[in-house]
């Protein structure tokens, strides 16, 4: 059976977060996404973690099902920690993300967290002081089966790989605590054939999710398996994550990274953005203001490639590109992906299938009768990868264009419409 996981999300604690992630919403947005498995986000928070055992129940070994099994998505105990220290002359900071295979391992780690003085209340992903290393010796002491994987491994502020206060490899972060960490989360900005150029990420799994902080973003990353439903378990997750054998982890799919808001180098405020190579040239700095650019996902990655652009390790799982459903309406529609047309769209045809059986794999003709001809060019020309990306830079996401001027004009204009004709 294929199941689409996607393992991080936050919930109404975590600060910038919607109101509306609540255990009943999430579940019923994840079935109308077509995920299977939705990380809880955020169990190491005292008021989320009592809401999430008010809520749900044991529906297989560690993962669990709202109450009265009315939506079909099972839950998986996650969370998401910052990691602020000093090491060397540098200020780091880390988000790392904790698997926990039951409530009462994660009863656990919170109390090692706890007793190191961290101030779970604070917030849904709360701020400690604690070391990368020492917190997966706490969580590993905690509950050998429980896990700890780097959140948006690239991202400038807070990326085990960040340009900002990040390190330059696993082991710098994690010391000996290394060897448990077998898997990173490459974020929106960069996409697996970016880390396919890393050579000391061969042996990591590269999973991605959502990171969502409302409903509507659930899924926009996600990872897809090939599990055995007799065997299906908290367990069986993990192990197919750390095997990465592409019979089981069949994919994951991608945001265009392009989209992703640090994706390029560039300065926010001065609406300047630029690729590595130009980076390069300029010094490192903005031509607008003259200080230090942001530099993004792009050029970190290829600091630390020692490989060419394209090349696949052995045994790597593959990846498909998707862009959410309401921005392929919205971008058909040439109107905001917030307006009432392309949620009233999106709710016609998902109401139908799932997010992901479109996206994936309804047929063109099918995609026609569930919402109308265009929308179902679209969700083709997504698959096939044919659409152009404006590089996203220092907090600014990238934009899509699936259809461009004269292009959309060729294909969407009816011959009634054109005029003298
Ligand atoms: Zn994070
Ligand atoms: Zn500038």
């Not at 994690?174 to 974020?187: N, S, V």
């Not at 130009?278 to 020692?306: F, H, M, W, Y």
Request: charged letters at 30%.
């Amino acid at each position: 059976m294929r199941i689409i996981a996607d393992l991080q999300i936050h919930s109404r604690y975590s600060r910038a977060c919607s109101q509306d992630l609540i255990p009943k919403n999430i579940a019923a947005w994840a079935d109308r996404k077509g995920i299977g498995i939705v990380g809880t986000g955020d169990f190491t928070h005292p008021k989320w973690n009592r809401e999430l055992q008010d809520a749900l129940e044991e529906a297989k070994p560690g993962l669990y099902r709202l109450r009265g099994k009315s939506a079909r998505a099972y839950f998986m105990l996650t969370g998401e920690v910052s990691n602020i220290y000093k090491q060397g002359d540098k200020v780091r900071r880390v988000h790392n993300m904790i698997f926990a295979p039951d409530f009462a391992a994660a009863d656990r780690i919170i109390a090692g967290l706890e007793k190191r003085g961290a101030n779970l209340k604070s917030d849904g992903r709360p701020i400690m002081g604690i070391h990368c290393d020492d917190l997966v010796k706490i969580v590993k002491q905690a509950d050998g089966r429980a896990e700890v994987i780097p959140a948006h491994a690239w991202t400038p502020h807070f990326g085990l790989f960040g340009s900002l206060s990040g390190f330059d490899s696993i082991q710098e972060a994690f010391l000996d605590q290394a060897k448990y960490i077998f898997a990173i989360e490459t974020g929106l900005s960069s996409d697996p054939k970016m880390n396919w150029q890393i050579s000391m990420l061969d042996s990591i799994s590269l999973i991605s999710n959502s990171d969502a902080h409302s409903l509507r973003k659930l899924g926009r990353e996600a990872n897809v398996f090939e599990v055995d439903p007799e065997k299906l378990s908290y367990d069986e997750i993990i192990r197919i994550i750390r095997n990465k054998d592409p019979k089981e982890f069949l994919f994951t799919i991608e945001f265009y990274p392009e989209e992703g808001k640090y994706h390029l180098d560039g300065h926010r405020d001065c609406k300047f953005s630029c690729t590595p190579e130009q980076t390069e040239k300029n010094g490192g700095i903005c031509p607008v203001c003259g200080k230090k650019l942001l530099v993004g996902v792009l050029s970190r990655v290829s600091n630390l490639a020692d490989r060419q652009w394209g090349f696949m390790p052995p045994r790597a799982v593959p990846f498909k590109n998707a862009i959410p459903l309401e921005e392929i309406i919205a971008d058909t529609l040439e109107v905001g992906a917030g307006s009432k047309k392309v949620q009233a769209l999106y709710q016609k045809l998902t109401d139908q299938e799932p997010e992901f059986e479109i996206l994936l794999d309804v047929p063109q003709e099918e995609i026609e009768k569930l919402g109308n001809p265009e929308i179902a060019a679209a969700v083709i020309r997504v698959r096939e990868g044919s659409v152009r990306v404006e590089g996203g830079y220092d907090g600014v996401f990238g934009k899509i264009h699936i259809f461009d001027g004269s292009e959309r004009d060729k294909i969407f204009r009816k011959p009634k419409q054109m005029g003298l004709f």
